[in-house]
């Protein structure tokens, strides 16, 4: 399986508030919440290291989920935020400039 | 922008005398050669200075006056009634529209908004109105029929503008004022805010029953009164005071007012304003706003029946 890269859209606006993280799209104004899983890939989505890599770092150690079913769900999670284009995908690492999505 | 092809383009002003050049000739006797001389005239003309009266009024809103200028007395008087009570004066408005009213035309009210910013222009289209905005010069140009809901959609989006880019915001609620406080009732239409408008008891000051004027001072939040009407079709008062908390109505068996987590006040906040443009930084702007308001203002949720008992909670 080939690696896959995330980062976050430089367009959108995002805050984390009570464990969730709340993110704007500038393009449409719509309105995305993420759930604690969601949140934490969506954090560690910096365009360098791998998703395979997230998963086992920061899910796995979290959550009581096997590697494989967890990478599963993340990529699916990664494809479905890049078709809302609130994430970009790579299956190589992403240059990101200035103001990329706020993580707080 | 093309300012110079303002509404007003027909005044016109001819302030030197004419001068009309005529011409004769004369045989000159000497070479026999016809040459023609040019006569000046100057002719007693009366002087063809007329002035189409540039007709404008100040509609002050938020704070914010914003002077209009039509050529059409029948339009000013259309805008003057429209925004009784919320007229004003001023010599320095933060903004100055003119007005180029079109032939009356089929294009929908209900059409898409466009609201772009390019260059330093802002470019407000919708299918009855067709406006610019030039926040440096505070000038711009709306082309629009003689329909003042164009106008009011354009003074909304520019409004709605103006104070994302200073931490207030437009939001679709009922708002009115109740011992010095101002409340906020906001919902999707069919939540109640024209039912709790209707509810509020005399004492209680009603600001608006569809869009409220929010506006972020040094002390705090401060709501003002808008003439943005919804089905009570009453303009709001002219007045302000502090903002006090924002309820998210819902319709019930019972009145009662419920906490809610600060991540369910955000995203009641986010759904509820009024923002139309397609740009980055304000879009930003607007959502960082919008958690320093959840994090300054109480924001609870208000269930209530059809009773004007639900004011015993409010204020």
């Known amino acids: ?104 | 922008m093309s300012q110079s092809a303002s509404a007003c383009a027909r005044i016109w002003r001819f302030d030197s005398p004419i001068q009309i050049r005529g011409s004769s000739c004369f045989w000159r006797a000497q070479s026999a050669t016809r040459v023609s001389i040019i006569v000046v005239l100057v002719l007693p003309l009366p002087q063809l200075t007329t002035e189409v009266e540039r007709l404008s009024f100040v509609v002050v809103i938020g704070g914010i006056p914003v002077r209009v200028n039509t050529c059409d007395p029948e339009f000013l008087s259309i805008l003057q009634n429209r925004y009784a009570g919320f007229t004003g004066h001023s010599d320095e408005p933060e903004i100055e529209f003119d007005i180029d009213l079109q032939p009356p035309n089929d294009l929908a009210e209900d059409a898409p908004v466009e609201v772009r910013h390019t260059h330093g222009l802002w470019t407000l289209k919708r299918g009855d109105f067709h406006a610019e905005w030039e926040p440096a010069s505070r000038r711009g140009l709306i082309r629009q029929t003689a329909n003042p809901y164009s106008i009011d959609a354009v003074l909304r989006i520019v409004h709605s503008l103006v104070l994302a880019g200073q931490g207030g915001f437009l939001m679709h609620s009922a708002s009115a004022i109740r011992n010095g406080k101002a409340f906020l009732f906001a919902g999707v239409s069919g939540a109640g805010k024209t039912t709790i408008s209707r509810l509020a008891p005399p004492e209680a000051t009603l600001l608006t029953d569809e869009i409220s004027y929010v506006r972020r001072h040094d002390t705090g939040y401060v709501a003002y009164g808008t003439p943005f009407t919804g089905e009570l079709a009453k303009l709001g008062e002219n007045v302000s005071a502090p903002l006090t908390a924002l309820y998210l109505l819902a319709q019930g068996k019972e009145n009662r007012i419920d906490a809610i987590s600060a991540g369910d006040a955000a995203r009641g906040v986010l759904a509820n304003i009024l923002f139309f443009a397609e740009d980055d930084e304000l879009v930003q702007s607007v959502f960082r706003s919008v958690f320093e308001f959840v994090s300054r203002v109480p924001v609870m949720r208000l269930t209530f029946m059809p009773d004007s008992r639900v004011w015993e909670l409010i204020g």
């Open chain 1, 1 to 104: 399986m080939s690696k896959l890269f995330m980062a976050r859209n430089p367009r959108v606006a995002a805050r984390a508030l009570d464990g969730e993280m709340m993110i704007m799209s500038a393009k449409d104004s719509t309105l995305f919440t993420l759930n604690r899983t969601a949140t934490i890939l969506w954090q560690s989505a910096d365009g360098t290291t791998p998703l395979e890599e997230i998963v086992q770092n920061r899910i796995c150690t979290e959550f009581d989920v096997e590697a494989s079913a967890a990478l599963e769900d993340a990529e699916k999670l990664a494809r479905d935020l890049a078709g809302y284009e609130i994430l970009q995908i790579s299956d190589t690492p992403i240059q990101q400039g200035k103001g990329s999505g706020d993580s707080r």
